[in-house]
């Protein structure tokens, strides 16, 4: 019993004092705390990755207008509710031919995955062209139009859609006047940080302008186009 109890007495004056006080710090460890004060040493760093949130679930959430949707919000790309504002651009060109297109658009998900836009077109185009006595002569024509264009976005991964839209409305030509507007686009969605989308597509563009009254009735001018356009917006 005896040796049992020196045991055990002197492992407490191992780490208390005479008076029951904590035992003094071994010196060479209170110089490695004073060494890592004065260098002003930080605690190893951590990563802070925000996740992406769900894609679109086939039962669509209550309406209303989302904020902040995208990376490290609650609310993903193709939701109800989430606004997308931006644009797109083409250009084409080649010998004699030149053409330019901007277009602003702002679209609403009245439900999952399906979007309404309203896409506002201003487009310019230059040809060269010769006429029999071989003089060179170039015409250039401004298209404006208004669409409405209704388009579904399939998610192939968290950060990757497919779309197809059809857009229709009105047009106007400085030469030819107004007419209808029929513009089918097939593209991807790709998010790009935060709450941004870069979206190629193809296009095909269908303008009636006015009216031409001939011997056979009343006939419509129909102008054909296709090309790739390059858009970017971004989620309120």
């Known amino acids: 019993m005896k040796p049992l109890l020196a045991v055990l007495s002197s492992l407490a004056l191992s780490t208390v004092g005479p008076l029951g006080n904590a035992a003094e ?3 060479m460890q209170q110089k490695t705390i004073k060494d890592a004060d004065r260098t002003g040493t930080l605690p190893p760093s951590q990563s802070d990755h925000d996740l992406a949130p769900p894609v679109p679930a086939p ?10 949707a995208g990376i490290g919000g609650v609310t993903s790309y193709g939701r109800s509710g989430v606004l997308e504002l931006g644009g797109s651009a083409s250009l084409a060109a080649a ?5 330019f297109a901007l277009q602003p ?3 609403y998900f009245i439900i999952d995955n399906i979007e309404l836009s309203a896409i506002i077109g201003l487009s310019y185009v230059s040809i060269d062209s010769t006429d029999s006595e ?3 002569t170039t015409a250039s024509q401004t298209l404006f139009s208004v669409l409405l264009e209704p388009s579904v976005h399939i998610p192939f991964t968290k950060s990757l859609f497919g779309f197809l839209g059809i857009g229709f409305g009105l047009s106007y030509a400085d030469a030819s006047g107004a007419g209808f507007a029929l513009q089918p686009r097939l593209g991807l969605n790709v998010l790009v940080g935060r709450s941004g989308i870069l ?7 269908y303008t009636t302008t006015s009216a031409i009254q001939t011997d056979q009735g009343t006939l419509l001018q129909v102008s054909f186009g296709y090309g ?3 858009g970017y917006t971004v989620m309120w």
């Open 25 to 27: 710090p071994d010196p």
């Open 59 to 68: 039962v669509p959430p209550p309406g209303g207008l989302v904020e902040q």
């Open 95 to 99: 010998t004699g031919y030149f053409r």
């Open 105 to 107: 658009s702002v679209g």
């Open 134 to 136: 071989g003089a060179s």
């Open 199 to 205: 979206s190629p597509a193809i296009y095909v563009q």
């Open 228 to 230: 790739l356009n390059l």
